[in-house]
Every structure is written in structure tokens, then in C-alpha cells.
């Protein structure tokens, strides 16, 4: 089966580039368009309608350039609007779950951290799968302006070491054996994370297990590219684009754009 269109991603903002990454070292004959909606981040603080909204409109950008399935590079996103979303348009979605059943099942402590937004937190997606887990003492924080940080290129300011102590101290002392980070943006911080956390706490994102899946869908669904031509990878930001351009590489074309 081959389909050369490309792969849609989108995203509040830089964040969901550690999905991309990640999908592109799996898959790097196929064309990409990565979509930050910087300039409407954090989507963790917005109701559940407004995510809904944003998620529509991110993906309407997508579609116009014939994409061939979407993925929602955002936790937030996908907590609140991916049925939505699956309902309204005739195309692939992939969504982005805090990986909580990797983090459950192999807890010795029986305690794990999720450090996510709001928004992903207080959703009932969310809730829903943490309820399979009863056995577990799930600690909750939300990363209250983690993301706000890492969008204005803030991500080693003393400011950010503050708030990551702030946070991940009261997880290390209910003796958690596993962190999991419940949104795209914090893989970045994770060599913040690590000077601030003991040695045996794992962290877990979910970016190579969503690449599997887009892989599986392309496979089973979709179509790969078929071209012996060097693959694009296009990223549209409608914020300041100094800021994706630094995390993806300056390689690659950023453009500005109203959305």
C-alpha cells in the first residue's frame, strides 16, 4: 500500500516535536507537517469545549495539506477532544496518553508519579484508565507553568529548577519508583528531572510507543511513502519561530503563519 502524503502533527506548541522525533527516527521516508499552536499554549488551563475548538482547527490546517492521518501530539489534546475529533473527520487519529500501564505494571514500590496539566489530569479519559489501577498509589501534579516556560525559551532558567524541585520533591518522598511525564513538553526537561530525582526512579514518555503506532497504521491502514526522493519535514508555528526552530534544528523550514 503507498500513500505519499504526508504526516500531520499537531501540538499547543514546541512540545509535541519530542513525538515528532521520535516518529521520524522510526520513519524517515515519510514527509511530515508539524503544526504548534504556540500562540493558544498552554491548552492545560483551557476548558474542555475551547481544547475541543482548537483541536478542530489544528486539524482543518492539517487536512488542507492532504494529510493522511493525524497525529495529536498533545496529552491535553487527546484527553479531551480525540473521540471528538474521531467523530468529525474521516481520517487516522493517533492520540498521546500518559503511559501510566508501563509505569503500574512494573512499580515494585506500587507508587508512581504522573506529572501532567491540568487539563490532562481532570479529564475523564484520564481518570478512566488510572481506575484500572487500584492497586497503585497514583501521586498527581500538575506542571503548573512548565509549559509557559518552555514556550518563551525558558528551559533551564532558575526559575524552571524551582518549580521541577517544587513539584518532584513531594513524589520522592512518598517513595514513587517510576515518574511519568503526562505531556509532550516535559521530555525536555527530563536533564532537569534527573538532577533533581534519585537514580532509581524511571522516567517514561510515551513518544516511541505512539511512533509504533503510527508505523502500525501506515502498515495496516494508510499507506507508506513510496519515493526515492529525500523526505520534507515542514513546521508551522503561529508564535515566534525562534523558539521551534532552536528544538527541531535549524535544518529545517519553520514558517509563520496565522491559524
Given at each position: ?7 500531520g ?24 507537517i ?11 488551563q483551557?476548558s ?11 486539524t ?26 474521531r ?25 508512581i ?22 492497586d ?19 528551559m ?5 529548577n ?10 520522592i ?12 513538553h516535559?521530555p525536555?526537561?527530563?536533564?532537569q528531572?534527573?538532577?533533581i530525582?534519585?537514580?532509581?526512579i ?11 503506532q503510527?508505523k ?36 529545517y ?7
Open positions: 500500500m503507498t500513500n505519499n502524503n504526508p504526516i502533527l499537531f501540538d499547543s506548541g514546541i512540545g509535541g516535536t519530542s513525538i515528532w522525533k521520535e516518529i521520524h527516527n522510526l520513519l524517515p521516508n515519510e514527509n511530515t508539524y503544526l504548534a499552536d504556540s500562540k493558544n499554549a498552554p491548552y492545560g483551557k474542555k469545549d475551547e481544547i475541543i475548538q482548537l483541536s478542530f482547527k489544528n482543518e490546517f492539517l487536512l488542507d495539506q492532504n494529510c493522511k492521518l493525524i497525529v495529536v501530539a498533545c496529552n491535553t489534546a487527546t484527553t479531551n477532544a480525540i473521540k471528538e475529533l467523530d468529525k473527520y474521516d481520517v487516522p487519529f493517533i492520540g498521546i496518553e500518559p503511559a501510566i500501564k508501563p509505569a503500574a505494571t512494573n512499580s515494585k514500590t506500587q507508587k508519579g504522573i506529572l501532567a496539566t491540568k487539563g490532562t489530569l481532570n479529564s475523564e479519559l484520564f481518570y478512566k484508565n488510572v481506575e484500572k489501577f487500584q497503585i498509589k497514583i501521586v498527581e501534579q500538575i506542571g503548573y507553568n512548565l509549559v509557559t516556560l518552555i514556550e518563551n525559551g525558558e533551564n532558567s532558575p526559575e524552571m524551582d518549580l521541577l524541585q517544587e513539584y518532584l520533591t513531594p513524589m518522598e512518598q517513595n514513587i519508583d517510576y515518574l511519568v511525564l503526562g505531556c509532550t516535559y525536555y526537561l527530563i536533564p528531572i534527573e538532577k530525582i534519585p537514580k532509581n524511571k522516567i517514561i514518555d510515551s513518544g516511541e510507543a505512539v511512533a509504533r503510527t502500525a497504521i501506515l502498515e495496516n491502514k494508510v499507506g507508506f511513502r513510496n519515493s526515492l526522493e529525500k523526505s520534507t519535514q515542514i513546521f508551522y508555528t503561529n508564535a515566534n519561530p525562534k523558539v521551534l526552530s532552536e528544538i527541531v534544528g535549524k535544518k523550514n519553520v514558517i509563520k503563519k496565522d491559524f
